[in-house]
């Protein structure tokens, strides 16, 4: 019999299906049926920092009283922050599973307090979705050097493993995750999923992209995952983003992720698509002689493949010469 059991960022998992933070993770009762569900640890929705920022700030410009502007800030700020912090508890009282807390932040000083909050109110672990373009006359490093001082100030306040969590827009991504592990980042998930935008060419302006990813992200995900794996000695990495099947669990645990996690998929497909990956993990894992997950883990990493130009370069030209027109 497989047996599914798995450690992500110091947490242990009974299987390596993780509900990636959404709507779909924002209330109890729906924490509670995506545990019953079967999957192994739930990143709660995020805390946003934007979100407070920008009702404080709508809720302040209809007061003329700057007492009443700091009442209204704190008020809606705590009001916030406290439904969040009783979601915790009782997810922590009601599922025996781990509970990951998320907060999506820009900036080093503003939520720190709130990691305090949120570790001591049981959440077993906290994701940082730290969201930033470098759009700006900023320097190269400088999303780099965010990451980094935001996570060397965490450090100093919170004891509960740090995950964070990254986009694909990273020019060194190796060389950053090496230096967040050194810092103390107990995980790292890759990749978030930027909000995606789009033009409408009839009213000429900006709209919403698609706002699920699509099984062609998956590539992207897979490449990185095998070359952080083989390239960090022993990170704890989370496979997200283009996740869409059973196969494509196995192939992140091949390239060498601890755990994955599902949210497209979970809205397309329903709940029950958690059993059938299971189901189908354990039965693969059977055919092919693996009791465990680390029986198999990191098997095709770059570290671990004959020829790991095979995730760098990519071969575009017999790639491509093989096309037929
Ligand atoms: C409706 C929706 C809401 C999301 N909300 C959050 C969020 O609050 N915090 C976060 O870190 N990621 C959020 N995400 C991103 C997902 O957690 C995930 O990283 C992303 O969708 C890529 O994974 P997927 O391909 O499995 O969908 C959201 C995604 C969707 C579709």
């Known amino acids: 019999m497989a047996n599914l059991e798995t450690s992500f960022a110091g947490l242990s998992l009974r299987n390596p299906l993780i509900a990636g933070s959404s709507g779909l993770t924002n ?3 729906k924490i509670k049926e995506m545990e019953q569900a079967g999957v192994g640890a739930i990143v709660l929705k995020s805390l946003f920092e934007e979100q407070i920022e920008s009702h404080s700030e709508k809720l302040a410009s209809i007061s ?3 007492e009443a502007v700091d009442y209204i800030n704190t008020y809606v700020k705590m009001n916030h922050v406290e439904k969040y ?3 915790i508890r ?3 009282e009601e599922c025996k599973i ?3 807390a998320s907060i999506n932040c820009y900036k080093q000083d503003r939520w720190t307090d709130f ?3 949120i ?3 049981g959440a077993d672990a906290l994701e940082l979705n730290v969201v930033m373009l470098n759009a700006g006359d900023f320097d190269s490093n400088y999303l780099e050097n965010t990451y980094v001082s935001i996570v060397r100030d965490l450090k100093k306040t919170i004891r509960i493993p740090i995950v964070v969590k990254l986009a694909k827009n990273m020019t060194n991504l190796p060389g950053l995750v090496s ?3 050194s810092l103390g980042v107990n995980g790292i998930v890759l990749f978030n999923r930027l909000y995606q935008l789009d033009i409408d060419i009839e009213n000429m302006e900006i709209v919403s992209g698609p706002v699920f990813s699509h099984p062609s992200d998956f590539s992207d995900t897979l490449r990185w995952t095998a070359i952080v794996s083989g390239k960090v000695p022993d990170v704890d990495i989370a496979c997200s983003y283009g996740v869409h099947s059973w196969e494509d669990v196995v192939k992140g645990i091949l390239a060498g992720a601890s755990a994955i996690q599902l949210c497209s998929m979970l809205y397309e497909q329903g709940l029950d698509s958690v059993g059938n990956i299971i189901t189908c993990l354990e039965e693969w894992m059977e055919q092919h002689n693996y009791t465990t997950i680390d029986d198999f883990r990191r098997k095709l990493s770059f570290s671990n493949v004959p020829d790991p130009t095979l995730y760098e370069r990519v071969q575009f030209m017999k790639y491509f010469s093989n096309y037929k027109q």
């Open 27 to 29: 209330s109890l009762s």
């Open 179 to 181: 230096k967040l592990k």
């Open 85 to 87: 912090l009783d979601l």
């Open 98 to 100: 781990p509970i990951v």
């Open 90 to 92: 009782s997810a922590k």
């Open 115 to 117: 990691a305090k909050s």
């Open 119 to 121: 570790e001591n109110v």
């Open 64 to 66: 003329d009283y700057p």
